[in-house]
């Protein structure tokens, strides 16, 4: 089983939907991250996690919230769906040592019609 | 200017040549330095980590980093038509305790 799982895959879905997308891991990391990727733009961190009681914006939050449900449980929502939030979505866990690299889930591919 | 930053590419490298990727970053206080490959559609998968000063060999890789010149590398010896791929720069700086800055990747195309 992978050690960062990401559901769903793929969701195709409307504009003005709200969606949910969730991370779990078994690494026990404590720290977990949200990126999206589009062609040619690179990995963009959307919000990050150090802990359970903490929660920080990334450079491009605006349109998205986060949920930390508990160590192993990272949960991304978009509240309503826009066509330009159409991408690829990684979530990523880290160790406590910050000179630890991360590991990434498999990724939710997300169209938004 | 970006924190880190690699050629886009395509750097394109014939079958068993040695491919070398480029990386530079700004942050002079920078720690830790990793190599990330990106197989198109599919999720980073973290092939080096380098932390301090000169090569790091891993089975056809290596890592090598000079911090005095804010630049580290990745040279894939051997290359096999199966490591075309985006490869990722990531950096752990000071200024982003905690968080990675990622380049925003070199694709390398090995040719037959």
């Known amino acids: 089983d992978a050690d960062v799982t990401q559901t769903p895959r793929n969701r195709i879905t409307k504009t003005g939907k709200r969606i949910m997308l969730e991370c779990s891991q078994t690494k026990g990391h404590d720290r977990m991250y949200w990126y999206r990727q589009d062609p040619g733009l690179g990995l963009r961190l959307i919000y990050y996690s150090f802990d359970v009681k903490d929660i920080n914006k990334g450079e491009i939050s605006d349109g998205y919230s986060v949920s930390r449900q508990a160590q192993a449980k990272f949960s991304l929502s978009l509240e309503s769906a826009i066509p330009n939030q159409t991408a690829l979505y990684f979530c990523?866990?880290?160790?406590?040592?910050?000179?630890?690299?991360?590991?990434f889930g498999d990724g939710t591919r997300l169209s938004i019609l | 200017q970006k924190e880190v930053e690699q050629n886009s590419g395509p750097l394109s490298v014939p079958e068993g040549a040695i491919a070398s990727l480029n990386c530079t970053y700004s942050?002079?206080?920078?720690?830790?330095f990793f190599w990330y490959r990106q197989y198109s559609g599919k999720s980073p998968e973290l092939i080096m980590s380098i932390y301090s000063n000169g090569d790091k060999e891993d089975g056809r890789f290596t890592a090598q980093l000079n911090k005095a010149s804010q630049y580290v590398s990745l040279l894939i010896r051997d290359s096999q038509p199966s490591d075309s791929a985006t490869y990722l720069c990531a950096v752990n700086s000071l200024a982003s305790w905690g968080k990675l800055q990622f380049g925003a990747g070199t694709q390398v195309v090995v040719t037959p």
């Open positions: 990523a866990t880290s160790g406590t040592d910050s000179n630890q690299p991360q590991h």
């Open positions: 942050d002079r206080g920078s720690q830790s």
